[in-house]
């Protein structure tokens, strides 16, 4: 049974960092891209990073670009987000999600994703 946890979530004052976790299981962990997303009140849901199954690539949203970094430990099952410099506008609940199929290099989309976590909320407000 496919799971995906997140962690890490909680209220940070702009310019604060907080590092979010997403522990996997029920799969073969470094066989799958791996992104994070999230989704705001009343918008639509876009990807802020992603990272390829061999954890060499990488990509981000614009606005997030110098600020974020995915990274994953396939050690641990695990994929993170570091998020420095927030900002308000960064406030989401974010999820990890799993590419639809094993060895999916460079899954940007939406509908390259079949498995989501529950999410965690991020509030950056002073």
């Known amino acids: 049974q496919v799971q995906l946890v997140e962690s890490g979530g909680g209220l940070v004052q702009p310019g604060g960092s907080l590092r979010l976790s997403c522990a996997a299981s029920?799969?073969?962990?470094?066989?799958?891209?791996m992104s994070w997303y999230r989704q705001a009140p009343g918008t639509e849901r876009e990807l802020v990073a992603g990272?390829?199954?061999?954890?060499?690539?990488?990509w981000y949203l614009e606005s997030v670009k110098g600020r974020f970094t995915i990274s994953r430990d396939n050690a641990k099952n695990t994929l993170y987000l570091q998020m420095n410099s927030l900002k308000p506008e960064d406030t989401a609940v974010y999820r990890c999600?799993?590419?639809?199929?094993?060895?999916?290099?460079?899954?940007?989309?939406?509908?390259?994703?079949?498995?989501w976590g529950q999410g965690t909320q991020v509030t950056v407000s002073s």
């Open positions: 029920g799969f073969t962990f470094n066989w799958y891209t």
């Open positions: 990272i390829n199954y061999d954890g060499v690539s990488t």
């Open positions: 999600a799993r590419a639809k199929r094993t060895f999916y290099f460079n899954a940007r989309g939406l509908n390259d994703y079949d498995f």
